[in-house]
């Protein structure tokens, strides 16, 4: 396999004006009939015409109706050749596909009692032959037929136009979308399949209709997912002037999926996981990830559809851009602190690793041999804090008029980051050229940052100094340009600002919080009138994607954890409260936890004024990839072990605390999902499992209870997680038999049992999680279910994966082995933990000689990409 290239992009040699499609749906055998009105690219002017497929049986082809001969075209290696398309024309192919047989899942698929499709990034080209890149862009008119009893229901993009009986038994459909689009953003659904119906009145009194399709099953799980995107669009029309363009919006759940889901023009199609809920079978973090899913797929109709990517370098453009608005729409319907808490710790656990590992990349990256392996962290998450950066450079007011110019612009385009960062610079008269090396350079910038304070002069300073440490794209960065928000917290709080620079004329109203740019290796910042010494509080709500490095005492970090008027560097102070007794652990060889931090917890836990769920955040210990990234010479299984002992100890200091938050939670309350009530039950749950870990004994009973009478999933998983972590061997089978008899036919629950039991870490998890793989409720088809067993034991039980036998990498080894061919995507994804091998030191080539093993074998090019990379 070979690499492509940004700097090699050519504007494609023709245009497909119209796109007629006819899907003739047979068990094991769909013919597939495309009709393609074709118009030569002047601004190339080159007669040759190369489609792509992969896997098609070519039956016929025909242009301008006249069928040609093997020697008018050439087929080979997935292109199709056509020598002299000059003019306009139609080129008109038949070929012959087998969705029964696809366990990649990409391209059109069989999933239980249906038929649909997933085509981003270049899934389309294995259901006919196409120009499948994102900057071809067509009006897409579709007709399926297929068996009336086998599949009734037949869907895709648009309105339907036509529908109706035909003979044998079978029935037909005719969808068209007028908005010309990508073949990535195409989709059809053929199958069994009942449906919920709602409607929306847009900001322009037009009436949507919303239909979402599930398993007749699964009817009583939708409303969850149609409330999520009735507020979607509401916010979408409020916050960034966006209306739906469609009269109808459909949402299917298919079972298999790889990803999340996907915002195929009109059709989503979702994975169960990301739209089904309930309060009996969803955790609260469930339904949270159902309203953020739907509502993201939902954004993406401006930000990814009509407005496109040019090429699938610019891909963080649409999902980048997307992600930021999912957050802020998240923030806005839930708690805004612990929203930026939970992706600020995805964020620096994993997608810091990423950029500092073999497959890091910069937001845009400049190659790629397989894209699939760009749908990542970086391009997603860092992603997003790139367009949260221009937000807060530019501020709310010319960031609105940038995206409302971005849209205006480039409605109907296919474009790329530049064009994005060109409308910001448009509306605000800023030079952004600077900040742009955001999208080129990977890694993650470090920001040094000391201060000096003159008693004499009043005057406090912040020296800063960033750096970035090479990646395999580029040994030296250029410095980035970055958002530094700051306050200075003084004895009665945070202090008024202004730089020594600063005229009084230019100070705002609320002068206690400022954003510094950086710009230069090394800044000075000096604010004047400073009466007293003041604790920095320094990145304000994570202004930017870096490692910040300050030398705070104990004092000031437990001065920032009590009083910092940002309630997100509160939660951040208690981190490196952590990180600081895990290093003091590391050194003294024995965990002795600090007073001062105990009491500062305990004192904390007893405000009322504080929002339970932020509280239940401060409660964790950082998790064991972000201290491994923090203390990258200790070895991570002593890691493991000394956050392991850390929170125990936290638990008996707090316990009398802990137990209270126990006990006064109601557990008979009827279930809502609103964020009061979500914190509420986090704080109760959180504390439950703290002192499950110190096995307490108020957790022994009161773990059973909440598994035996929760009202909700929520409640009972949590008591199911305290019982695996302090009752007997015994207990803990019994239970986890239960809650298996009790959930069985419900494939979501099904997927928590198990992720449960890989993540225990006892010596034989590795051993149950094996004998799991051939229980009857799993199945190597469904990603889900891989990503439950595997992926959960790979990403989550640090204690048992890194054995020091190695057999929990040589069996993640072989599961990658195993679904290498039969679904490359996910097989690529299962692979990366072993790609951190460097970061291990001895433990390391353990790892390295599973990727060797993996590298042996004939690989798809998604593996073949990860293992090459993660090995040079
Ligand atoms: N755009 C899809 C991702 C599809 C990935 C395919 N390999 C989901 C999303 O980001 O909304
Ligand atoms: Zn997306």
């Given at each position: 396999?070979?690499?492509i290239?940004?700097?090699?992009?050519?504007?494609p040699?023709?245009?497909?004006?119209e796109?007629h499609?006819d899907?003739?749906?047979?068990?094991?055998?769909t013919?597939?009939?495309?009709?393609?009105?074709?118009?030569?690219?002047?601004?190339?002017?080159?007669?040759?015409?190369?489609?792509?497929?992969?896997?098609?049986?070519t039956?016929a082809?025909?242009?301008?109706?006249?069928?040609?001969?093997?020697?008018?075209f050439?087929?080979?290696?997935?292109?199709?050749?056509?020598?002299?398309?000059?003019?306009?024309?139609?080129?008109t192919?038949?070929?012959?596909?087998?969705p029964?047989?696809?366990?990649?899942?990409?391209?059109l698929?069989?999933?239980?009692t249906?038929?649909c499709?997933?085509?981003?990034?270049?899934?389309?080209?294995?259901i006919?032959?196409?120009?499948?890149?994102?900057?071809?862009?067509?009006?897409?008119?579709?007709?399926?037929?297929?068996?009336?009893?086998?599949?009734?229901?037949?869907?895709?993009?648009?309105?339907?136009?036509?529908s109706?009986?035909?003979?044998?038994?079978?029935?037909?459909?005719?969808?068209?979308?007028p908005?010309?689009?990508?073949?990535?953003l195409?989709?059809?659904?053929?199958?069994?399949l009942?449906?919920?119906?709602?409607?929306f009145?847009t900001a322009?009194?037009?009436s949507v209709?919303?239909?979402?399709?599930v398993?007749?099953k699964?009817?009583?799980?939708?409303?969850?997912?149609?409330?999520?995107?009735?507020?979607?669009?509401?916010?979408?029309?409020?916050?960034?002037?966006r209306e739906?363009?469609?009269?109808?919006?459909?949402?299917v759940?298919?079972?298999d999926?790889?990803?999340g889901?996907m915002?195929?023009k009109g059709?989503?199609?979702?994975n169960t996981?990301?739209?089904?809920a309930s309060?009996?079978?969803t955790t609260d973090?469930?339904?949270?990830?159902?309203?953020?899913?739907?509502?993201?797929e939902?954004?993406?109709?401006?930000?990814?559809?009509?407005?496109?990517?040019?090429?699938?370098?610019?891909?963080s453009?649409?999902?980048?851009?997307?992600?930021y608005?999912d957050?802020?729409?998240?923030?806005?319907?839930?708690?805004?602190?612990?929203?930026?808490?939970e992706?600020?710790?995805?964020?620096?656990?994993?997608?810091?690793?990423?950029?500092?590992g073999p497959?890091?990349?910069?937001?845009?990256?400049a190659s790629?041999?397989?894209?699939?392996?760009?749908?990542?962290l970086?391009?997603?998450?860092?992603?997003?804090?790139?367009v949260?950066?221009l937000?807060?450079?530019?501020?709310?007011?010319?960031?609105?008029?940038?995206?409302d110019?971005?849209?205006?612009?480039h409605?109907?385009?296919?474009?790329?980051?530049?064009?994005?960062?060109?409308?910001?610079?448009?509306?605000?008269?800023?030079?952004l050229s600077?900040?742009?090396?955001w999208?080129?350079?990977?890694?993650t910038?470090?920001?040094?940052v000391?201060?000096?304070?003159?008693?004499a002069?009043?005057?406090?300073r912040?020296?800063?100094?960033?750096?970035?440490?090479p990646?395999?794209?580029?040994?030296?960065?250029?410095?980035?340009?970055?958002?530094?928000?700051?306050?200075?917290?003084?004895?009665a709080?945070?202090l008024?600002?202004k730089?020594a620079?600063?005229?009084?004329?230019?100070?705002?109203?609320?002068?206690?919080e400022?954003?510094?740019e950086?710009?230069?290796?090394?800044?000075?910042?000096?604010?004047?009138?400073?009466?007293?010494?003041?604790?920095?509080?320094?990145?304000?709500?994570?202004s930017?994607?870096?490692n910040?490095?300050?030398?705070?005492?104990?004092?000031?970090?437990?001065t920032?954890?009590?009083?910092?008027?940002?309630?997100?560097n509160r939660?951040s102070?208690?981190?490196e409260?952590?990180?600081?007794?895990?290093?003091?652990?590391?050194?003294?060889?024995?965990?002795?936890?600090?007073?001062?931090w105990?009491?500062?917890?305990?004192?904390?836990?007893?405000?009322?004024?504080?929002?339970?769920?932020?509280?239940a955040?401060m409660?964790?210990?950082?998790?064991?990839n972000?201290?491994?990234d923090?203390?990258?010479?200790?070895?991570?299984l002593t890691?493991?072990?000394?956050?392991?002992d850390?929170v125990?100890?936290?638990?008996l200091?707090?316990a009398?605390?802990?137990?209270?938050k126990v006990l006064?939670?109601?557990?008979?309350?009827?279930?809502?999902?609103?964020?009061?009530?979500?914190?509420v039950?986090?704080?109760?749950?959180?504390?439950?499992?703290?002192?499950?870990?110190?096995?307490?004994p108020l957790?022994?009973?009161?773990?059973?209870t909440?598994?035996?009478?929760?009202?909700?999933?929520?409640?009972?998983?949590?008591g199911?997680?305290?019982i695996?972590?302090?009752q007997?061997?015994?207990v803990?089978?019994?239970?986890l038999?239960?809650?298996y008899?009790?959930?069985k036919?419900?494939?979501?629950?099904?997927n928590?049992?198990?992720?449960?039991?890989?993540?225990?870490?006892e010596?034989?998890?590795?051993v149950?999680?094996?004998?799991?793989?051939?229980?009857?409720?799993?199945?190597?088809?469904?990603?889900?279910?891989?990503?439950?067993?595997?992926?959960?034991?790979?990403?989550?039980?640090?204690?048992q994966f890194?054995r020091?036998d190695?057999?929990?990498?040589?069996?993640?080894?072989?599961v990658v082995?195993?679904l290498?061919?039969?679904?490359?995507?996910?097989?690529?994804r299962?692979v990366?933990?072993?790609?951190?091998?460097?970061?291990?030191?001895q433990?390391g080539?353990?790892?390295?000689?599973?990727?060797?093993r993996?590298q042996?074998?004939?690989?798809s090019?998604d593996v073949?990409?990860v293992?090459?990379?993660?090995l040079?």
């Amino acid at each position: 396999p070979s690499a492509i290239y940004l700097a090699d992009y050519r504007e494609p040699t023709h245009w497909i004006d119209e796109t007629h499609l006819d899907v003739v749906i047979f068990p094991d055998q769909t013919r597939v009939t495309a009709r393609l009105k074709i118009t030569p690219n002047a601004a190339r002017a080159v007669s040759e015409l190369v489609l792509d497929g992969e896997g098609l049986q070519t039956q016929a082809i025909y242009w301008n109706d006249a069928r040609l001969t093997q020697d008018d075209f050439d087929e080979c290696d997935g292109k199709l050749r056509l020598k002299q398309i000059n003019e306009s024309g139609w080129l008109t192919t038949e070929v012959i596909i087998c969705p029964e047989s696809n366990t990649a899942l990409e391209g059109l698929y069989r999933s239980r009692t249906m038929y649909c499709t997933q085509c981003e990034a270049e899934g389309f080209r294995k259901i006919t032959w196409y120009l499948d890149r994102p900057d071809v862009m067509s009006v897409f008119t579709t007709r399926l037929e297929a068996d009336q009893s086998l599949c009734p229901v037949l869907l895709s993009n648009g309105n339907l136009v036509a529908s109706g009986s035909l003979p044998n038994g079978r029935h037909f459909a005719t969808w068209h979308d007028p908005h010309k689009k990508p073949s990535y953003l195409f989709a059809l659904v053929a199958g069994q399949l009942s449906c919920v119906k709602d409607q929306f009145v847009t900001a322009s009194n037009r009436s949507v209709a919303i239909e979402v399709y599930v398993e007749p099953k699964d009817l009583d799980k939708c409303s969850h997912a149609i409330d999520s995107l009735k507020r979607a669009m509401r916010w979408d029309e409020q916050n960034y002037g966006r209306e739906y363009d469609l009269d109808i919006y459909m949402i299917v759940a298919v079972d298999d999926f790889n990803m999340g889901a996907m915002e195929n023009k009109g059709l989503n199609i979702f994975n169960t996981s990301c739209v089904l809920a309930s309060a009996a079978t969803t955790t609260d973090i469930g339904f949270q990830r159902v309203e953020a899913v739907v509502a993201h797929e939902y954004f993406h109709n401006w930000s990814g559809n009509r407005v496109t990517c040019r090429d699938w370098f610019q891909l963080s453009l649409k999902e980048g851009f997307t992600v930021y608005r999912d957050a802020e729409f998240s923030a806005d319907m839930n708690s805004s602190t612990v929203k930026r808490i939970e992706d600020v710790n995805l964020l620096r656990t994993a997608q810091f690793a990423e950029d500092a590992g073999p497959l890091a990349h910069p937001v845009r990256p400049a190659s790629f041999i397989e894209i699939s392996n760009f749908y990542t962290l970086t391009v997603y998450e860092k992603g997003a804090e790139l367009v949260r950066m221009l937000a807060t450079l530019l501020g709310p007011e010319y960031f609105r008029k940038g995206t409302d110019l971005y849209f205006e612009r480039h409605d109907g385009e296919a474009v790329t980051c530049d064009d994005f960062v060109a409308s910001m610079e448009a509306v605000s008269s800023r030079d952004l050229s600077q900040f742009k090396r955001w999208y080129s350079q990977a890694g993650t910038p470090e920001l040094i940052v000391s201060s000096q304070y003159s008693e004499a002069y009043k005057t406090f300073r912040l020296t800063i100094e960033q750096r970035c440490p090479p990646t395999p794209e580029a040994a030296e960065k250029a410095p980035f340009h970055i958002p530094i928000r700051v306050s200075l917290l003084g004895a009665a709080g945070a202090l008024p600002l202004k730089l020594a620079n600063q005229a009084v004329g230019d100070l705002p109203e609320d002068n206690t919080e400022m954003i510094l740019e950086l710009t230069k290796s090394e800044q000075t910042f000096e604010f004047a009138g400073v009466h007293e010494r003041p604790v920095p509080s320094l990145l304000r709500g994570f202004s930017a994607p870096v490692n910040l490095r300050y030398a705070y005492s104990e004092t000031e970090l437990i001065t920032l954890l009590m009083q910092d008027t940002d309630l997100f560097n509160r939660w951040s102070a208690s981190q490196e409260l952590g990180v600081l007794a895990v290093s003091n652990a590391i050194k003294a060889g024995t965990c002795e936890l600090s007073g001062d931090w105990v009491n500062a917890l305990q004192a904390n836990l007893q405000r009322d004024d504080l929002d339970p769920a932020v509280m239940a955040y401060m409660l964790q210990i950082p998790s064991v990839n972000y201290l491994h990234d923090r203390f990258p010479e200790t070895d991570i299984l002593t890691l493991h072990q000394t956050r392991q002992d850390l929170v125990r100890r936290l638990a008996l200091s707090l316990a009398d605390a802990l137990r209270e938050k126990v006990l006064a939670y109601d557990m008979r309350q009827p279930y809502e999902v609103s964020a009061a009530a979500v914190a509420v039950r986090s704080l109760s749950n959180t504390a439950l499992l703290l002192l499950a870990e110190a096995k307490d004994p108020l957790a022994l009973r009161e773990s059973i209870t909440r598994f035996k009478h929760a009202n909700n999933m929520t409640d009972q998983l949590a008591g199911l997680r305290a019982i695996a972590r302090c009752q007997s061997d015994n207990v803990v089978k019994e239970h986890l038999a239960a809650f298996y008899s009790q959930w069985k036919d419900e494939a979501l629950v099904v997927n928590q049992w198990l992720s449960l039991q890989a993540t225990r870490d006892e010596a034989d998890t590795l051993v149950a999680v094996q004998s799991l793989t051939s229980h009857p409720c799993f199945s190597w088809n469904n990603p889900n279910k891989v990503r439950a067993l595997a992926g959960a034991f790979a990403n989550q039980n640090p204690g048992q994966f890194h054995r020091d036998d190695g057999a929990g990498y040589e069996w993640l080894a072989n599961v990658v082995l195993k679904l290498n061919q039969a679904n490359p995507q996910l097989a690529a994804r299962l692979v990366t933990p072993l790609t951190q091998w460097r970061k291990h030191g001895q433990r390391g080539q353990l790892m390295f000689s599973q990727l060797q093993r993996i590298q042996g074998a004939t690989l798809s090019k998604d593996v073949f990409e990860v293992v090459n990379k993660a090995l040079t």
